[in-house]
């Protein structure tokens, strides 16, 4: 918006001319939504207070967590708003890749708000979403974005599943590019809402993740660096670093008041609206495998807790202490913190794991 609007200047104020490079503005979108998301949570926490919007404890949550009860929740949406706002701000408004990005956030992020809010509106933990009906909804957003972007795919690169380590090993999905895709939305909008259960444990994984993808979208709407790192070239592919850069503030924002004492949740809002997030970028990018290593966290968050269910009802007995896993060592006398920040550390590792096999070929 700002940026295609001083853009219009630029032939009689050349410096201008810098707003067309996405680095420029990939720095001033994490500028801005960390801006915004400092200020409006430090308005928004005495609010929510004010009005006993705090979170509701589930009655077999860890005992620990039992004064976390009444902590301020759905911090989610000023995390969306930051980055709606801010990407709006710096992007080219005609870049479809980019509102495929954002309606996938926020659709995400309003089932989630819809479940937050029956929690909060009877004060019981149960009272939110079922998971079937959760599952329903979550599947019809991603049915509908996958339908539109397998219609609208102006190229076989955006069909295409790009193997990561292997060099020439891209397959075409075809019509299986719609289920596929519906796969990646929910089961990593769900993954990160499995991970979000210490303070600030799910939101510097999203942050690192975010920043990985954003390199790899600027290498793929890059012709000459997608050739070179023989990865699919996707023309306007680009512009998605800006949305990763929003991601990447509003998240920095967050922990400011999210870490350990949180101060405030994210809530399902902001769980499910940024694993989807992050999902999509990769599903636009063609990188959904990459998106498995470097989330990894999510991933192994997520089968714990499938281990576990599985486990329990066909050989009746627990896998784990308490899943998802962080409870685990939580049950094991680790302190808070140390799992977080353990677990940080390796969210960065496969990170960069994931990053290397941009040249591992």
């Known amino acids: 918006m700002l940026a295609d609007l001083l853009l219009n200047f630029s032939d009689e104020i050349s410096w201008l001319n810098v707003f067309r490079y996405l680095t420029f503005r990939g720095v001033l979108a994490v500028l801005t939504s960390l801006s915004i998301g400092v200020v409006a949570f430090l308005i928004v926490i005495p609010k929510l207070r004010a009005m006993s919007i705090g979170e509701v404890v589930r009655e ?98 955006q069909t295409t599943l790009l193997v990561p380590v292997f060099k020439d090993t891209l397959i075409q999905l075809g019509i299986w590019f719609v289920p596929f895709t519906m796969l990646v939305l929910v089961g990593t909008s769900n993954a990160v809402n499995l991970t979000d259960g210490l303070d600030g444990l799910a939101i510097m994984p999203i942050v690192l993740v975010a920043g990985g993808l954003g390199i790899f979208s600027y290498a793929t709407g890059h012709a000459v660096f997608a050739d070179y790192l023989a990865i699919p070239f996707v023309e306007g592919a680009g512009e998605l670093v800006i949305f990763c850069a929003s991601l990447v503030g509003a998240g920095l924002a967050f922990l400011v008041y999210n870490c350990y004492p949180a101060q405030i949740f994210m809530g399902d809002t902001g769980s499910m609206g940024l694993g989807a997030a992050v999902a999509i970028v990769a599903v636009l990018i063609r990188q959904e495998l990459v998106l498995f290593i470097m989330g990894g966290l999510f991933v192994i968050e997520a089968i714990s807790v499938i281990s576990q269910v599985a486990s329990f009802k066909l050989l009746g007995r627990r896998v784990w202490l308490m899943s998802p896993l962080h409870h685990h060592f939580e049950q094991k006398g680790w302190p808070e913190p140390r799992i977080t920040v353990r677990f940080w550390v390796f969210s960065l590792v496969m990170v960069l794991a994931g990053l290397a096999t941009l040249k591992v070929r």
């Open 60 to 157: 077999d949550d860890v005992p620990l967590h039992t004064s976390k009860g009444g902590t301020p929740t759905m911090g989610g949406v000023v995390i969306l708003s930051a980055v709606a706002f801010s990407t709006l701000l710096w992007v080219d408004l005609h870049n479809r890749f980019v509102w495929f990005a954002l309606l996938s956030c926020i659709a995400y992020g309003l089932i989630g708000f819809i479940d937050d809010w029956r929690k909060l509106r009877q004060q019981r933990s149960g009272a939110g979403l079922s998971v079937r009906s959760k599952l329903l909804l979550q599947s019809l957003v991603a049915a509908v974005i996958a339908i539109i972007l397998y219609v609208t795919a102006d190229s076989a690169a």
